[in-house]
């Protein structure tokens, strides 16, 4: 079975049918995702903008990781609850638009990333992240964070403008 033909099988079902033609679930869910995406995203940005070292200087990484943390887990489960949700009724469309796919691998980019800078660095931060210059690994993980969610963010924002149409 193919990626298209297991979200057909989503899209046709009851529930996604439900999904997809309730007035106020799918643009409440879109809604609902934006500001799970604006959570997480928006204080991966703060915590990546810091790790490159351009914002809140004077704060111990340390402590901007341990405060954040929680509201970006909290963000992202929202955003991935209500992306699958999403993607359950309105699949097969969103699958065609090129920047849908790329979008997912960017995610998974960043996922990578995330993960490679907590075994890394994210464990030790108490060692290393009051020093004034941080090592170099962090600030890269911070650029590859900053690039693939901004990248992320744009090609979302892009799937309603590059919907492929039926002729």
């Known amino acids: 079975m193919t990626i298209l033909e297991f979200l057909q099988q989503l899209h046709d079902s009851a529930f996604g049918t439900a999904l997809r033609e309730s007035l106020y679930m799918f643009p409440l869910l879109e809604g609902v995702h934006l500001i799970g995406l604006a959570l997480s ?4 940005i703060a915590t990546d903008l810091r790790l ?4 809140l200087k004077q704060v111990p990484v340390a402590d901007v990781l341990h405060s954040l943390r929680p509201y970006v887990l909290t ?3 929202i955003t991935f609850i209500t992306g699958i ?3 359950w009724a309105e699949g097969p469309r969103i699958w065609e638009i090129p920047v849908f796919p790329l979008k997912l691998a960017l995610i998974v980019v960043a996922g990578i990333n995330a993960l ?5 660095f994210g464990r030790r931060v108490a060692v290393w992240g009051g020093s004034p210059t941080l090592p170099t ?3 890269f993980a911070g650029w590859v964070s900053l690039t693939s969610w901004t990248a992320v963010v ?3 924002r892009l799937i309603p403008y590059l919907e492929v149409t039926q002729h």
């Open 75 to 77: 963000g992202f489960v």
């Open 116 to 120: 490679w800078f907590e075994i890394k």
């Open 85 to 87: 949700l999403l993607l």
């Open 137 to 139: 690994g962090a600030k």
């Open 154 to 156: 744009i090609c979302g």
């Open 52 to 55: 490159i070292g351009v914002f």
């Open 41 to 44: 995203v928006g204080l991966i």
